[in-house]
């Protein structure tokens, strides 16, 4: 049939030559003529990987019937036929209408249910080999039609940006409401490719321009378009609208939770049509699912990101992997002391239990303790539940401490991303979090609506948590519900929430005391905000010295002295830019008394150079300097003073940075470079160069919807217990101390090996006496080249000199093919010291290149990978 008949029809299949330039093998495509419920016979296009398997002869692990929406084709799937069809089975259908398929009249969701079971009866699948399904946009809801029919059938599902119901509170996507206003469909759906084009737009670069030519081909005109404005209209935006489809949409929204098989939401969380808000209604809905989230992709997230990669992984623990042993995990504590039992210890106590320098508040130990009650009961009164998330947007000071603590003591769980993220990591952390409350001033609660942060929490305004008679405190939350998420710094790609469970924090406290022989005689000066949040859980006094807390490089002597004098501070905490800073304005202040009571400086978040702490020696004489070591997932790990840093250093000069030996209680492991998380590598002996991996009572829970990353962060080493990935590289040398070489994703792989970059950076600094550089790898993965980056505020950006070059070449032991300068290295906001390599590889690689190329800045943005 001609294609502007009204009648079916079916249009040309593509040619070999399309289908070699979309990187689609020809082989895979065919057509299958379907038998029809409806008593005819309907041609189908698919793409399947089934005939390259038979031909191979290899039967495949598992089959997956892939379901695309609108307005894509089989195509979607591009990714998952190319990543594992020669394993499994991947059969990706055009829907009647759509792609290369027949084109019918107006076809309503229940009639597409019908036709997905059509076709997958017609194909002849294998009964003894699993069936997983696939689905993306409004595929989705009706491959869930078709499983809550066959969940016996049902294997596994992978949704992708889908839903069956417009989330409780809010409406449906405002891009598809008006696409299907009277007035816009059927010239934006049909008679032109707006609707179409619009869908690759919506990926904003992220896809290329075959993926983008692939996507069109099927929709040249308007009669290949008709299915393309039916779809759209089949959705119901209303409810009690009377809509056709609207009672076959909720009944299966009311059925999904039979579907008891492991499911995976692999979500481009960017998406403005099905977004996070989609995937936790659908979470709410099936029993079994885990979520990985792409917090930069849109609606397009299988093109846009490695879904594949992940998809393949979670197929591979399903049918491929030997079941494992279940992680132990430890068990809580027959006697313990809560987060906030120090509070109740010292109530009645009248001495300053937190001080904040730059708003002048203090509060007492007394006070600190009735006010965390008056929260809690507050809170409850309020209808906050045990486990419920609260976003912390109280800025850092008195009135944080005290909310985080009222939230825990209600059983809620708070959720901690401070303002070193940036504007647009904090905002994309807190709406990862999904929480049902925010507190903060009212300010903080108003930009938090406007920007739609969290748009159904509930705001409280920190002042009013603070009238509550708190005689009858709520119930007190157990060792096992959780109690925070805690998002880490960004410094390596968008910021990832650690949740931690009240033993885990409780363990840390008490491993944190331990170490550092913390009593309650001792105060804290924290110049981290965050750190500062500790000392109501160990029970000391902590002020917060006079400096924003998104420019820790900038603390002063004078503010950090002033602090100290605030309540005789015997303990401070400090990032190594912060430690520097004061080394650098202290000549006004050496003599200040308030410093000599200082026992002990901490500092940690980045590689801190004995040089700084050997000069911090002189500011504060009675200190001793340590360096703790541990991430957000799992502190702390190791810890070392200044004594033996110097001496490590005389036994390595080159290498790296000497973190110490291991704390009590923690465990530490180097893997192989290349392991397996899966396969239960064997540690390497000391002296080899590897991963470092961790095991203490202390490490975190895992990841927030980031199922892909907590698997490859959680290796199973064959002994049953949590072990974290730390994703740094290093040594354990003979004497059991641990030494870390840098990030792994930071490697530079030569073609004679992988060369770490902190070695090859602490050498060149010592040497020429310098404050940043950066080690970074130029070229394919395998034969990169290393190229030296330095810090120097008063070069050009680009070639190092003839002179300079030649003395870096003499002082690293690796050949280095250039040596660039820069005024200003990009660092992390959260510390001011994390230089982002791969920003400086990226500029490096275009300078060599001969391209222009824009220097990468002062700070790293938050979320640039």
């Known amino acids: 049939m001609s294609p502007g008949s009204s009648r079916s029809w079916v249009p040309d299949l593509p040619s070999v030559a399309d289908l070699d330039a979309w990187g689609i093998d020809p082989a895979w495509s065919n057509s299958v003529d379907v038998p029809s419920h409806d008593g005819g016979t309907h041609r189908w296009h698919v793409l399947d990987t089934g005939p390259t398997l038979a031909a191979a002869g290899r039967a495949p692990i598992a089959t997956m019937v892939c379901v695309h929406g609108n307005p894509t084709w089989a195509y979607s799937w591009a990714t998952f036929l190319r990543s594992f069809g020669d394993r499994y089975r991947v059969i990706a259908v055009d829907q009647l209408g759509m792609g290369f398929s027949e084109r019918t009249p107006l076809r309503r969701y229940a009639t597409r249910v019908r036709d997905l079971d059509d076709v997958i009866s017609a194909l002849g699948l294998d009964p003894d080999i699993p069936l997983t399904l696939a689905a993306h946009d409004w595929g989705g809801a009706v491959a869930m039609g078709w499983a809550v029919d066959h969940a016996d059938q049902v294997a596994g599902m992978v949704l992708c940006n889908t839903g069956i119901a417009v989330p409780a509170g809010r409406r449906s996507p405002s891009i598809i409401r008006l696409a299907a206003s009277p007035a816009l469909r059927d010239l934006v759906c049909r008679r ?4 179409v084009n619009g869908t690759t737009l ?4 992220k896809i290329n321009a075959a993926d983008r030519a692939a996507f069109r081909a099927p929709y040249p005109s308007a009669a290949h378009r008709a299915a393309v404005a039916d779809f759209v209209g089949d959705v119901p935006l209303q409810p009690g609208g009377d809509h056709p489809s609207e009672d076959a949409l909720a009944d299966v ?19 403005p049509v099905f977004n996070d808000d989609f995937a936790a209604d659908l979470a709410e809905r099936l029993p079994n699912t885990s979520i990985q989230r792409f917090p930069t992709a849109n609606h397009l997230v299988m093109a846009e990101a490695d879904v594949a990669g992940t998809v393949d992984l979670w197929l591979s623990d399903r049918f491929e992997q030997p079941q494992t042993a279940a992680v132990a995990i430890p068990a809580a504590p027959t006697e313990r002391r809560s987060l ?3 509070l109740e210890t010292r109530h009645g106590d009248d001495d300053i239990a937190f001080a904040d320098m730059a708003s002048g508040k203090r509060i007492t130990w007394t006070d600190l303790a009735d006010r965390v009650d008056r929260i809690a009961t507050e809170l409850a009164a309020r209808g906050l539940r045990h486990g419920d998330r609260v976003a912390m947007l109280t800025p850092p000071g008195v009135e944080l401490a005290a909310a985080i603590y009222g939230v825990w003591r209600a059983g809620g769980v708070a959720v901690v991303a401070d303002r070193g993220l940036g504007l647009s990591g904090l905002r994309r952390a807190v709406r990862s979090a999904r929480p049902a409350w925010v507190i903060g001033p009212k300010s903080a609660l108003a930009a938090a609506r406007t920007l739609r942060w969290a748009p159904r929490a509930q705001g409280v305004d920190i002042n009013d948590l603070m009238s509550a008679d708190a005689s009858v405190l709520p119930s007190a939350p157990a060792a096992d519900d959780f109690a925070a998420i805690l998002f880490t710094s960004g410094a390596t790609g968008p910021a990832k929430g650690v949740r931690y469970r009240h033993r885990q924090l409780e363990a840390q406290r008490d491993a944190l005391a331990a170490a550092y022989s913390i009593t309650s005689t001792d105060r804290l000066l924290a110049a981290f905000a965050p750190f500062a949040l500790y000392g109501p859980a160990l029970g000391i006094s902590t002020v917060l010295p006079d400096c924003d807390v998104t420019t820790p490089g900038k603390l002063s002597a004078a503010a950090f002295a002033g602090a100290c004098a605030e309540l005789d501070a015997t303990l401070a905490f400090a990032s190594p830019a912060a430690l520097a800073n004061v080394v650098a304005t202290a000549s006004d202040t050496s003599a200040d008394a308030a410093l000599e009571r200082l026992r002990l400086i901490m500092s940690a978040g980045a590689p801190v150079p004995a040089e700084t702490l050997a000069a911090i020696g002189a500011f504060a004489p009675n200190a001793v300097m340590h360096t703790p070591y541990g991430m957000t997932e799992v502190l702390p790990v190791a810890d070392i003073d200044l004594a033996g840093i110097q001496a490590a250093t005389v036994d390595e000069p080159a290498g790296g940075v000497c973190v110490g030996r291991p704390v009590a209680g923690a465990t530490v492991m180097i893997l192989p470079l290349d392991f397996d998380p899966a396969a239960a590598p064997r540690a390497v002996d000391s002296g080899i160069t590897g991963e470092i991996v961790v095991n203490a009572p202390w ?3 895992g990841y927030l919807g980031l199922w892909a990353t907590e698997r490859a962060a959680r290796p199973n080493v064959g002994d049953g217990q949590c072990w974290h990935r730390s994703g740094d590289v290093g040594h354990l040398d003979v004497k059991g101390r641990l030494w870390v070489e840098g990030r792994a994703v930071h490697n530079v792989h030569t073609s004679e090996g992988v060369v770490t970059s902190v070695p090859v950076e602490r050498k060149v600094e010592r040497d020429l006496d310098l404050t940043r550089v950066a080690a970074v790898g130029v070229g394919p993965h395998g034969c990169q080249q290393l190229v030296v980056v330095l810090e120097d505020s008063a070069s050009n950006d680009g ?13 690293v032991d690796y050949p280095v093919a250039a040596v660039l300068t820069l005024r200003s290295m990009p660092v992390d906001i959260r510390h001011n010291a994390k230089i982002d390599r791969t920003a400086v590889a990226a500029w ?3 300078v060599l290149a001969g391209r222009r190329a824009t220097a990468p800045g002062a700070r790293r943005l938050p979320g640039r990978r």
């Open 699 to 701: 490490v975190s829970d």
């Open 340 to 342: 906030w039992s120090a």
């Open 799 to 811: 070639l190092a000199s003839t002179d300079l070059t030649a003395r870096i070449r003499s002082t």
């Open 253 to 271: 929204a009311q059925r999904l939770h039979a579907v008891d098989a492991p499911v995976l939401l692999a979500w481009g969380s960017a998406d």
């Open 844 to 846: 490096a690689n275009d």
């Open 192 to 195: 032109t490719p707006t609707f």
């Open 202 to 205: 919506l990926s904003r670069g």
